[in-house]
């Protein structure tokens, strides 16, 4: 079910969507459906409405301090930070290190007295290290002691690491209602945040990882096609979709 989750939206964002209209348009010999499909992978690759798009699902700009968050039960970092490549034996960082850092910051700021890490595994992936094992191991490389550090079993998306965590949480003389410090990138926050509280756990958001700056200038480049644009267009419209599949769930 996860593999179709993750393939299934595909055709319905910028690029999968604008394909399936040109072959529409061509089977059917109708221009406009071309010319639309045109329209609509352009106007996803304009600076100006890919930070509006993204604006929209990362919510109130600005990062939360750390002596403002409440201690809680655990710190719990969502995975999606990481590449692994022949070579780096700990992976690469991707987009979304600071996930990783804020995590590790919590910690040492005595918030929690364990940090979690989700163990994240693509389902068609079988024979890749869940990226949780990696970060724990650098963690442990912060200075992180190896008793608080503690891995989930492989989950595949948001909802399988809510429920990995509540389950670990409440083992053994566990809280009922385990409260969390959830860190994850801003865009994802509403959405995982949702998805854990119905798992039964309290939730004090640590949201990272913004894709929009406070002030932006608009320019002539604000309005011309960019591949990182169409790429912030497709992440903020693939996490509105998500949003919308949690309101009839």
């Known amino acids: ?43 996803c690759s304009m600076p100006i ?25 655990a710190v719990v970092v969502l995975s ?51 990226e949780g094992q990696l970060l724990a191991k650098r963690a442990y490389g912060a200075g992180v002691p190896a008793w608080a550090v503690s891995v989930t079993p492989a989950v595949g998306n948001t909802l399988e690491e ?7 949480l409440r083992s053994g003389a566990g809280a009922a209602r385990p409260r969390v410090i959830l860190v994850t990138s801003a865009f ?18 640590f949201p990272v990882d913004y894709r929009t700056e406070s002030k932006e200038r608009v320019t002539l480049l604000s309005f011309l096609p960019q591949a990182e644009a169409l790429e912030k267009s497709s992440v903020a419209l693939h996490e509105l979709m998500g949003r919308l599949y949690l309101g009839t769930y």
């Open 1 to 43: 079910m996860s593999i179709f989750s993750k393939i299934l939206p595909l055709f319905l964002l910028p690029v999968g969507l604008s394909l399936v209209l040109m072959a529409t348009g061509l089977v059917l010999r109708r221009k406009v459906v071309g010319w639309f499909a045109a329209l609509l992978l352009w106007l």
């Open 49 to 73: 409405v890919a930070d509006s798009l993204m604006r929209s699902v990362e919510g109130r700009q600005g990062g939360v301090a750390v002596g403002s968050v409440a201690t809680a039960d």
């Open 80 to 130: 999606g930070m990481m590449r692994q490549v022949d070579g780096a034996p700990l992976g690469e960082w991707g987009d979304a290190a600071d996930r990783f850092e804020a995590g590790v910051r919590l910690y040492r700021a005595g918030k929690a007295p364990r940090i979690i890490f989700t163990g994240g595994q693509w389902p068609w992936q079988p024979d890749m290290v869940p």
């Open 162 to 168: 809510a429920r990995a965590v509540g389950q670990m």
């Open 188 to 205: 994802h926050m509403q959405r995982s945040s949702m998805l854990f509280e119905r798992a039964g756990i309290l939730v004090e958001r």
